[in-house]
């Protein structure tokens, strides 16, 4: 018992055991854009213990930007989403600086046990060398004859003064055992001490490993909604071209908005991308292969693919109906739609079919020449951003911006959208809600 080591490699081995966990294996927020139409989930600002945070986490992650129709849904649900994932990032940072706190105060913890542990173990392992020098003079002058000694002392006298150191050698060696069974205990209470310390600093370890893992996870949820943020200024990109026609000031007024809504996702998950970074620091150095190969080099190829353009539609593919051109696999229930719209005393009227020359034209002069540029390159990377070809439901003839009675229906208030919220789909026909004026196949 006296030789065991200290407890400090074993604790420290299980602080890096528990820390060391793999951020690849969290699971990332769902890509999938919902079609429904349901406001965004409400915005929670109650910050929770480091404890409670993954479990947290886990439903975020599957409620942020997987469950929020990021197409379909108003600027301000959009903005909502992202003071959401503020939330989320506020408190993954507060769990992980009480978690680092509580890991550095239980590491000290851990280091001051191991030193009084070593103290006790030294004065029992000298006080059991004393109780070995003891037997060895207990075996080399036992004391009876000691006592015999006294007997055969020559006076009483010699034989008083040989007694009482007697009595003196008896007394010494019970308070040496004593001494040791005392020295025993504190050991004992001292390593049980150092015990406690070691799994209270893996306790803050799970800890510190949960809020690392939380600050990817909002890591994550904020490269998703940037995604999809991107995704709806490309598709915002796309109608302001249809809609330039009809109304440019407020085809201008959509690419701004979006184009803010962009650069406020950036801003946050640059935010994010920091925090996670700080985080990661606080992860050991992962070690070479065990096989002592070192890993392979990726491979690389210069062959560049042959890229082929999507087919794009052309007037060719469209019907004129009332003045405007729609997809002929459409226009028998867009033509039945409109002469409901004449029964009913309204005059709708608006822009459908939008050619994508134009558009591979502005990618060209955007974005760059190459196939790459005109056909595959993210709309926010283009200079100003604009939306890839064949993108618009406007292109496909698959979608119309109406007008009621000549003017663009702005809002939900004009007669005709409330017409066409009561009859639209019935005939096929579904709105985008966050701009009155665009009705599609699909909604989008």
Not at 166 to 192: C, S
Not at 308 to 324: H, R, Y
Request: charged fraction near 20%; glycine fraction near 6%; aromatic fraction near 4%.
């Amino acid at each position: 018992m006296m030789s065991d080591r200290p407890l400090r490699g074993r604790a420290v081995g299980a602080l890096a055991a528990v820390v060391v966990t793999s951020l690849a294996g969290i699971v990332p927020v769902s890509g999938a854009v919902s079609q429904s139409t349901t406001e965004a989930p409400a915005v929670t600002t109650t910050t929770l213990t480091p404890s409670d945070q993954r479990a947290r986490n886990r439903q975020e992650r599957r409620q942020v930007g997987g469950e929020i129709a990021t197409l379909h849904a108003s600027d301000q649900q959009v903005r909502d989403a992202l003071a959401e994932l503020d939330v989320q990032l506020a408190s993954a940072n507060s769990a992980l600086n009480a978690a680092t706190a509580m890991m550095e105060a239980a590491q000290a913890e851990v280091a001051a046990a191991e030193v009084a542990e070593s103290g006790a173990r030294d004065r029992a392992e000298q006080i059991a060398d004393e109780v070995k020098q003891m037997a060895i003079d207990e075996f080399v002058n036992p004391q009876t004859e000691g006592i015999a000694s006294v007997i055969a002392s020559s006076s009483i006298g010699e034989a008083r003064e040989r007694r009482t150191m007697l009595g003196v050698r008896t007394d010494q060696r019970k308070g040496l055992l004593r001494r040791q069974r005392a020295a025993i205990a504190e050991f004992a209470e001292k390593r049980k001490q150092a015990k406690a310390a070691v799994a209270a600093a893996e306790q803050a370890a799970t800890e510190q490993r949960d809020a690392i893992a939380a600050l990817e996870s909002t890591r994550q949820a904020h490269v998703q909604v940037v995604a999809e943020v991107d995704q709806r200024l490309e598709a915002a990109l796309g109608e302001a071209a249809a809609l330039d026609a009809i109304d440019a000031q407020l085809a201008a007024q959509i690419t701004r908005q979006q184009q803010q809504i962009r650069a406020e996702a950036l801003a946050r998950q640059a935010a994010a991308f920091a925090a996670a970074q700080q985080a990661a620091a606080l992860m050991p150095t992962t070690s070479a292969p065990r096989s002592g190969r070192p890993a392979p080099s990726p491979t690389t190829t210069t062959t560049v693919p042959r890229f082929i353009p999507p087919s794009l539609t052309t007037i060719e593919d469209m019907d004129e109906v009332g003045g405007i051109y729609v997809n002929k696999l459409i226009s028998s229930q867009f033509g039945r739609m409109m002469t409901a719209a004449t029964a009913a005393g309204l005059v709708l009227g608006g822009g459908g079919f939008r050619d994508a020359a134009a558009q591979i034209a502005t990618r060209r002069n955007n974005c760059g020449t190459s196939d790459f540029a005109i056909w595959e390159m993210p709309a926010s990377q283009c200079s100003p951003p604009t939306a890839r070809p064949g993108t618009s439901m406007h292109e496909q003839g698959m979608a119309v911006d109406f007008t009621c009675s000549g003017a663009l229906i702005r809002d939900q208030a004009s007669p005709c959208f409330i017409w066409l919220a009561a009859n639209a789909a019935s005939h096929g026909f579904y709105n985008l809600p966050s701009e009155p004026w665009h009705w599609s196949i699909n909604g989008n």
